[in-house]
């Protein structure tokens, strides 16, 4: 059954951030490295844990997620606090805007921005490969200097890009719940903010309304299966619908490998990107074991292959984390994770905040140290 309008489950969105961040750490040193060299560096079964010059280091995938779920709760708390929703994609655009300006990019100044509490991690502001679509949809977007103005649009593309930034930054938007389809739609317009392609968008749709169902209680298939037919009404689907369905399928046909998981593609568009985190999710829970076991399987198929290791592990890592909380990543890999405490820190604001009690004071209203918390100021 649909989980309706049940509250999320603190660990599993703990388990979705984590895991992401995880799968992301364990991309990164083998991003775009051909299966061939991964193999001859790492061995037969390539990578098995986190390797590279720092290893546990994560990139710009969990530094977009990340930022991407304090803006939704800041768009939250300001809702509750005024009574008036609609600024949760200026918010977005915002944050995105202050992630890119602190790590160097050249772009003018934005008045009142809200970098909240992660500006202060030097590991989330610091240049981690930032993809150049996204940096050149937040430079256009920065010459206006409204920031809280949302310049790409569903239905004003910023560019023709499907690259995969947007759907691999989606699933928080899972964590909020304005049902199945205002989730969808949220992914899909957060997603439109750097790429302008229906591609670039509709995976990040899936992503965030296959999230809300798992932090709700609900089983990967029976989230997928809610995530896919909401796809299926929107136009332009035919694209991401193929690849969802291909890895639904590959994941039925057998174990996985590397060169069947190739077969969906290399992950560096959108639906391939989602495509292959579906697969090595699926196929890490239909080998079974208990969640720190499929974790650590999809994680590790999920990055292993010649494509972009970093972006399709995040999204393994987000549905399997949200599926099975924090669990699904195990221990060695959490402790070493560099984000680790600000990952946890950011899970339980955004558990609070989307949870049945937010933070309230006697008028019904957020109070002042919780707008402290969220915005950081
Ligand atoms: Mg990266």
Redesign the pocket.
Known sequence: MPPSAAPPDPDRILGCLLAGAVG?ALG?PV?AMSLAAIRERHGPYGVAGYTGPAPGAI???TQLTLFTAQALAQASVRARARGIGGATLGLLQSAYLAWARGQGEPIPEQPSLSPGRLASVPALMSR??PGRATLAALRKAAERQKPGWPLGKVDEPINGSKGSAGVVRAAPCGFGFPGVKGTFTLGCEAAALTHGDPSGQLPAGVLAAATASLVRGADLPAALDLAAAELLRRPHHRETAAALDAAIALARTGPPSPERLESLGRGFTAPEALAIGVYAALCAESAGGGAEEIGRRGLLIAVNHSGDS??TGSVCGNLLGARHGSRAVPAGWRDALEVGAAVADLAEVCALEFGPNPPADEWGEPPMSWHMRVFGS
């Open positions: 992301d990164a991003e990139s710009d995938e981690r490969g970093d972006s």
